[in-house]
């Protein structure tokens, strides 16, 4: 079996330049955790996720060694004022800008193996087309969705 025949094809994209309070309304909207970013000739550029926007978000302070005091501690509105300030950021400032892409002709073997060894923020691997083009998204359900049980 081959990415084209597992793959969402035509997947929810923001585009390159969008900010960043556009693609928390898309992440939203559409209840993802990430989202490829794409150039005008419909060209991943990059991937961004939910946790890269709340890392940016987080104040620099709250490193591991203050996690423990923070659990038990008063909510920290200084995390939305955070994000308010990072609304207006284009999203290409947090995106990872080297996301996992996969021809629509790769073995889904191979895909599997990219996905179980990703060490990104990212659970997708993006399918493009011979121009480059983004055509589709492949998450690990999408692989053992397909297992017939």
Known sequence: MIAANVM????ITVRQ????????????RHRLHDLPVVNDEGKPV????ARAILHAAVPAY???????VMRGGP????VYEHLRS?????????MDDEPSLVSCHIATTAVAAILVNMATDSNNVL?????????G?????????????
């Open 8 to 11: 969402t094809p035509n997947p």
């Open 17 to 28: 330049g969008s900010s960043v309070r556009e693609t928390i309304a898309t992440l939203k």
């Open 46 to 49: 990059g991937i961004v996720t």
């Open 62 to 68: 709250a490193t591991s060694n203050l996690i423990n």
């Open 75 to 78: 909510d920290l509105p200084s």
């Open 86 to 94: 990072i609304a207006n950021k284009d999203v290409s400032e947090i």
């Open 127 to 135: 399918v493009v087309d011979e121009e480059e083009r983004l055509v």
């Open 137 to 149: 998204i492949i998450s690990a359900v999408d692989i053992v969705g397909r297992t017939k049980t």
